[in-house]
């Protein structure tokens, strides 16, 4: 049977390979910096089961620690922008298809893990979207390297590429996630709600689940990131009001409250990647006003749309 | 109250523009030494606070690993981009036929959020194909249909192309299930000791994402009546044939 620690180790081969490609990598003066980086996630994924809660506490210190001085950017060899068109016209709309082999084996993996005899003997049933996810992947890679020949080092060298442009964001949600464990640790969610009993009276679902759809647009409005307001506003409101006292479905209300979030992103000069960057690009002559032209065309759908993310989630999050 | 703190932390570090990853453990250790603080507290016992916390996030951060896997998804996506994936999305992109600047972004928006409900949230951006493409083509349908375009209209047609790429990207790429926000909600979720499905949670992005469908849409189809409206030309002028 196919676990978690496998997908782990998976990925930690991955990271691995893009840490040493990295050092290699002389067109990035900050190579070391990002060796060191993939490599401490590679011995994260690797080896934190052996490494003891100090010592992942101190691995993270060390990856924020990189973040924080700023990593480069490699340069992997990849195809040039001729090569890449002449390939597109030679192969169509079927370059579309191997994409979609990954949510395909995820969602079949899943529904065969939870759903038949033999599934089980494959995939670990309790992790089976992600050992899925993984399985389509590597199908995937299986067959576009069948399909496209590419140099064997490619997939890894295309990953690097990606992943440098991503860069230290790639572990963010990872490291909101586990602020969420020291805010439950530290009873942050009981004193915001001790406050919130003081000031708004949450006494019933419609005004609990506004509050917290609200909240969460806010929220990014000031943060502009929506990630970041997740574990802040699920752990003030989100899981103690509607899902503790009025009795919410935990994924219903977190998926449903992310979205509201999302609403907050549209609005906020902020979120610089999403509305301010596309400002410039396109060289709007309001481009430096904090309302400029993009979120003006944003806002009258942002507003709606969160309204009707507190009408689905009042509709839908209380199955009983 | 000590404890909340912490939050005023992420909201702070995120307004001054801090790196993230700092916000998020500066953000951890005020509230682990919020908690222990007491009047009578001495640099000892924050000392041995500080390192609890350290060790708690360590602990949080092992037990969240999976989070982090949905970047291996980057190295099929990469090879097809080495293919060519982005430019023949392009290429199918620049064969769309709009008669009017709202259908044109309607059918890219529809486009836009179906591929990202697939997991292809790199299919799109505003550098790779709203700048140079979808910008562009609106501006091109509004000139057919009503000549030259006034600066006005232009920079209106122009962040109306950003915009619906935006909310096509964010109310679609909840579907998918190896998306980084599905992950996150379920490591937090996992933190607070409930177990659920990332199918679970991308199942309830399906109505959003639908109600933002249908709100954009509506949008789309009124800027549709606004730049009619605005740039219709009056009778006289379609009589002496201004249009070529």
Partial sequence: MITLAHVYIVGGLFFAAVSILSLRDGANPRRVRNFAFWGLLAVSFLAGQFLGDLGNGVLVLGLVALAALGLGQGRPETTSPEQRRASAERRG???FLPALIIPAVALAGTMAAKQTQWGPLLIDPAQATLVSLVLGVLIALGVLMLWLRP?????LQEGRRLLDSVGWAVILPQMLASLGAVFLAAGVGEQVGAV?????PLDSRTVAVAAYCIGMALFTIIMGNAFAAFPVMTAAVGLPF???????????VCAIGMLAGFCGTLMTPMAANFNVVPANLLELPDRNAALNGVIRAQIPTAIPLLLANIVLMRLLAFPA | MLVLLGIGVVVLGFIVRANPLLVVMAAALT????????????LQSLYVAAIATIAAFGKAFNDSRYVSVVWLVLAAIGLLERAGLQERARIAIAQLRAVTVGRLLGVYFIVRQGAAALGLTSLGGHAQMVRPLVAPMAEGAAETKFGALPDRERFLIRSHAAAADNIALFFGEDIFIAIASILLIKGFLEQNGIVVEPLELSVWAMPTAIAALLIHGARLWLLDRRLKRALAPPPVAQEQ????
Avoid at chain 2, 31 to 42: I, K, Q, S
């Fill in chain 2, 241 to 244: 044939g201004v249009q070529p």
């Fill in chain 2, 31 to 42: 509230t682990g030494l919020a908690a222990a603080w007491t009047p009578e507290a001495d």
């Fill in chain 1, 151 to 155: 140099p064997l080092v490619a997939p």
């Fill in chain 1, 242 to 252: 509607v899902v503790g006292e009025f009795g919410g479905d935990p994924a219903r």
């Fill in chain 1, 93 to 95: 709309n079927l370059l």
């Fill in chain 1, 196 to 200: 919130f009993a003081q000031y708004i």
